[in-house]
């Protein structure tokens, strides 16, 4: 219960007379009023006056002597640390996280300038990344959530400059983050952190994939790699939000694969080397269903439709016509499965993916050999046809499960 | 989906493998403050050290000149910056001393020798840190490109924020003199660009 719903109908409760006033403010005491979440007040705040404290000493700065600019930045890094104690043991803990994200971001920016001052910049890789250490350690010395997300934020950016300005790419980064924030994850499991954390390891896998040249389908390795480590999560919710972004991508992936598979030419740029690709997959997938089993979730294996290796084949239009059936298939599964957990919101997202499938398959297919009002008839029959089944399911297990019970 | 689920015995979350997930505890207090003094003390004495090596790299290093072109001078929040091609930063393919070919982000260094006009210029390239003699210098680089007549190389110099007021004397499509210091232990930095006086 909520307490906003106890401050609302709280006095119409006391006049019917189901509990007393005193009872009331008791009920209102549970319910303590700060309970804000992340705490994304002070996060715009301190990275807007960051950026003013930035904008007005960079207008100024090739005025001041050297020696004045160090002191400037270092100063305000050790002032917004120590304000951050200072406010978090008077008790105000949004406010002294939010100084000590602060201090974070002087940190970068002070490596930054000063190596720009010394015009150092575009040689080292060492420099941002410790930006990214200093991150993770505050991170694990004061269990934040801010700067989780500042750990994840600043990683990607460290990687794409590390790929786009130095033509390198961090392994060191790379694990770092996975390795630090996934542990941290893992003994703290949230779903916020997981999408997050999720996202930017895609990202520096993308960035993987782009500086080493290779097919791009390798990034499914890593992708699904993120994949298994939600399978392994005992919290439900928060290891579901850590597979949403690697599952989003194979969803997309696989409709781009519908779209414009047909011409081997694109097909052609997807074939990774069969036994390495098939193997490292076949070995994460191991790894998923293993931990799939292990948390008694084997019913989302259907996921793993997705990652079918269907561009091997050499297929032209019938390639495309079976990857529009894993995608049916798929969404399928995920109109099944929500009807199953009765989510009202995983059968709002199968619809969806349903629909995008018929809106693919709808390009496609009727351009090819299919005539349009047909096409529309067979898809209108398909949806009408499963939310049937679906529905006569629901009333079955229904009903057949509660004169069961004795 | 369900009928194979429920055949096999349900396993209890958390069971598996030892991985029980307590949650895990909040720093104990003295401990931390301790810990964020070490990491704030650690982190002024980064920066404090990213400067002091540019300022030794300045003061110790050994200054060669070299010649270039800028290409494209633009606004930044930071300031303005050009970006400049070095005659260095393209080399002839049988400037190459490896034993293989080159590949790309290998490390290459560079041995480059006076010219009468006082800017250095590349006589080889090698795989390893070559030894040097009398006025010789090396600039340590990382492969870029490769195509079948040259490398494409970057030094970590193609920046050059410039100082206010000289702005306007850097023009496009001008050669450029750059000034940079290298340190004995490699790394090297610009310390002064001007137009090259031809």
Known sequence: MSRKLLETDGREWVQKGIISEAQREQLLDLYPTD???????????????????????????????????????LGSLCGAYAGGEYFR???????????????????????????????????????????????????????SRLLFLMTAVI??????????????????????????????????????????????????AALLINHLHVKITWFFIPAMLVY????????????????????????????????????DLY????????LPYLASLAGVLALSVFGKRQRGRLGSLTDWLLLLPGFYFTGGLPLAIATLVVLYAYSGAVLLRAHQEQNQDRVTLGTVLFIITTAVA???????????????????????????????RAAHTFSSSTPSKP | MSPPLADTPTPVPGRAGGSTTAPLAEVPEPRRRRWVQWLVGAQVLFVLGVAAAGYATAALG?????????????????????????QVSELPGHLWRGSVLPRRHQPAYVLLEPQPDGTYTAVAAFPEKPSTTGSQAVLRGSVQDVWRRGIRLRYGLERYYVPEGQGRALERRQSLRVEVSVAPWGQARITKVEPATE
């Open chain 1, 362 to 392: 709808y390009f496609k297919l009727t351009w090819g050999f299919l005539d349009k009002s047909l096409f529309f008839l067979l898809g209108g029959l398909l949806l009408l046809g499963l939310s049937w089944w679906l529905r006569r």
């Open chain 1, 267 to 274: 097909a052609g740029q997807l074939r990774a080397p069969l």
């Open chain 1, 35 to 73: 309970a804000t979440a992340i705490g994304l007040l002070p996060l715009l705040g301190s990275l807007l006056v960051g950026l003013s404290a930035l904008s007005v000493v960079a207008a100024n700065w090739q005025g001041l002597p050297e020696v004045v600019r160090l002191a400037l930045l």
């Open chain 1, 155 to 204: 990683s990607g950016i460290v990687q794409g400059y590390n790929t786009g300005q130095l033509g390198a790419f961090s392994y060191l980064t790379a694990i770092g983050t996975a390795l630090g924030l996934g542990y941290y994850w893992w003994r703290r499991p949230n779903a916020l952190l997981g999408g997050v954390l999720a996202t930017g390891l895609l990202w520096q």
């Open chain 2, 62 to 86: 050994r200054t060669i000149t070299l010649r270039t072109r800028p290409v494209d001078p633009r606004d930044l929040l930071y300031g303005d910056y050009v970006t400049l091609r070095y």
């Open chain 1, 89 to 143: 043991r008077r008790g105000n803990l949004n406010l002294g996280m939010g100084l000590i994200a602060l201090g974070l971001i002087l940190f970068g920016a002070s490596i930054v300038l000063t190596s720009q001052l010394y015009q150092l910049i575009g040689y080292d890789l060492t420099g941002l990344l410790a930006w990214a250490v200093a991150g993770m350690a505050l991170t694990w010395l004061y269990r």
């Open chain 1, 228 to 263: 298994a480590f939600g399978d392994w999560q005992p919290d439900r919710p928060a290891g579901r939000a850590l597979q949403g972004p690697p599952l989003v991508a194979a969803f997309l992936f696989t409709l781009g694969l519908a779209l414009f598979g047909e011409s």
